[in-house]
């Protein structure tokens, strides 16, 4: 465990953690530093140790207002270790809990190497889906033995509601984790806890450098439509907005015209 900690600029209650798991991942980071410039908090990273931009995620975020910079070694595919974890993230009351686990690959090469399709799978749904149990069951506990609510921002993505030739294994697997997170807020919504499912189109990250389409994001203007639904309290967002009515229309499209489609 590291911490990297700076004196809070706000007195008064201590505001409850903000978790990212995927403690490097780009629109996780662009998402905390949203709300941190709102209000500093403590923040705790969920990351392989030494992991490739970790040291960065931690500079950005103490810059944009966190009070504190926890970092936890979690290896995504050992989910036997998850519950330890989960724990160490909750050793103090969690505000918010950003799940931002993912890998995109190559299209191709994930439905033609077994390999390659069951990793995808591992981190864009197993994986997820473990920690959000554990991280369930604890926002569950915390509410009931301190009453101090939490929620969820789980990010998908908009290739999770229809899954397309283009890239079907990345979209499966987007599809198994949206699905799960949806129905963990109908089922965490009796006891006063929310989920957020994010589903962006093309963002431009690390995780897909080198690649480019229409109607592209970046990190920054994402995280700024997320903090507006959150504050909303959705439970469900598509950015850009313009996702809805083209979804909506291409999930009408017959099954033998839309596997000819070029995207």
Known sequence: MNVLTRRSRQAGHAPGALVLVGGT????????????????????????????????????????????????????????????????????????????????????????????????????????VSLGVLVADRLRTQRRESGHGGRIIAISSVAAERVRRANFVYGASKAGMDGF???????????????????????????????DAALALSPHSLARRIVLADRLGCSLVRVPAVFGPIMLAYRLVPRRLARHLPW
């Open 25 to 128: 991942s780009d629109i996780g980071v662009a998402l905390l530093a949203e709300l941190l410039r709102r209000r500093p908090a403590p923040v705790v990273l969920l990351a392989r140790a030494g992991a490739r931009r970790l040291s960065v995620a931690r500079a950005r975020l103490l810059a944009a207002g966190a009070s504190e910079v926890t970092t936890l070694d979690m290896d995504a595919l050992d989910t036997a270790g998850h519950a330890r974890v989960v724990d160490g993230a909750f050793a103090r009351p969690v505000d918010l809990v950003v799940m931002a686990l993912g890998v995109l690959g190559d299209p191709e090469q994930a439905w033609t190497d077994q390999p390659t399709a069951v990793h995808t799978f591992a981190v864009n749904t197993t994986a997820p």
């Open 181 to 211: 997170y949806l129905g963990l807020g109908d089922a965490l919504a009796p006891e006063g806890l929310r989920v957020l499912v994010v589903r962006p189109g093309f963002v431009r990250s690390s995780m897909t450098s080198g690649r």
